[in-house]
């Protein structure tokens, strides 16, 4: 199992700090969200930081994934906003180009994507606009993972076997699973929730989670059995990186992932010594 973080849990880091301080801690990859201070996928010098940070993933042996989850980059005001399904969707088109460009640049494996907050009768807009950078990503050679995110229009696996049905079921658009969520949301155990999507994983945030709450927790203070899912993961033969998402931890950063680590460590060793 490899581990990474989230750079929305450094966001009082710079980026370059936040790599080292994950890399000495031992993990194995980033989630990397190009946001205002992470990588700011509109700054005019972008492929030279680019290039900067590809350079970095290298000596430090990180590998990385893209999330474009930045709160305000694209709007002062609304937070996500725009979204594919807003009338106007061509920053968030343009931000999801760039995002696989710089996953393409970094060797990501993979980008990830969501839906955002919207009215049922904009399911044809989000169809057309991820239809738009399914293609670009594999033009690319990057794998897409749509997020299924509680109290968005794709709100949960269902939603997303529907969007993957409506795009025609392209080879290259995966799903990214937030575990959390699956506490969250779906009526049926988390474990069960991995197995459902096996063959379309490919990117994996892990945090706890309450029921009926969507608010990402340390490991242990929500309600989530971890051993078994990180078991479901290894027997789906999931190789890609298993990121802890806490957003709001950024005020303690280096202790909340020093000690996010040594929980999922041992939550795998627990499960191979369960299933030995």
């Not at 057309?128 to 995110?149: K, N, S, Y």
Request: hydrophobic share 45%; glycine share 10%.
């Amino acid at each position: 199992m490899r581990f990474g973080y989230g750079t929305n849990g450094f966001a009082n880091h710079r980026l370059p700090d936040a790599l080292r301080v994950l890399a000495d801690l031992g993990y194995d990859g980033v989630a990397l969200t190009l946001d205002t201070n992470h990588l700011d996928p509109f700054d005019a010098g972008l492929a030279r930081r680019t290039a900067a940070v590809a350079a970095d993933l290298r000596r430090l042996n990180l590998a990385v994934v893209i999330e474009t989850g930045a709160r305000y980059l694209l709007d002062p005001w609304r937070k996500h906003s725009p979204t594919l399904m807003d009338d106007d969707p061509a920053p968030r088109l343009e931000y999801l180009r760039r995002a696989v460009r710089v996953g393409a640049d970094l060797g990501a494996e993979a980008v990830s994507c969501w839906a955002g907050i919207g009215p049922a009768s904009a399911w044809p807009r989000l169809v057309d606009g991820c239809g738009r950078i399914v293609d670009l990503a594999a033009a690319a050679g990057v794998p897409l993972g749509f997020e299924p995110e509680p109290g968005m229009l794709v709100n949960d696996i269902a939603d997303w076997w529907r969007l993957h049905e409506d795009l025609g079921r392209p080879p290259g658009f995966g799903i990214t699973l937030d575990i959390g969520h699956c506490r969250c949301g779906e009526p049926r155990p988390v474990p069960d929730c991995v197995r459902a999507v096996a063959g379309h994983l490919v990117n994996v945030q892990i945090d706890d989670m309450r029921r009926g709450v969507h608010e990402h927790l340390e490991f242990g203070a929500g309600e989530i059995d971890f051993p078994p899912v990180l078991a479901a993961l290894a027997e789906a033969g999931y190789g890609g990186l298993v990121s802890v998402e806490l957003p709001r931890h950024s005020h303690a950063a280096p202790a909340v992932a020093a000690r996010s680590l040594d929980f999922l460590r041992n939550a795998a060793k627990e499960a191979v010594d369960d299933h030995a």
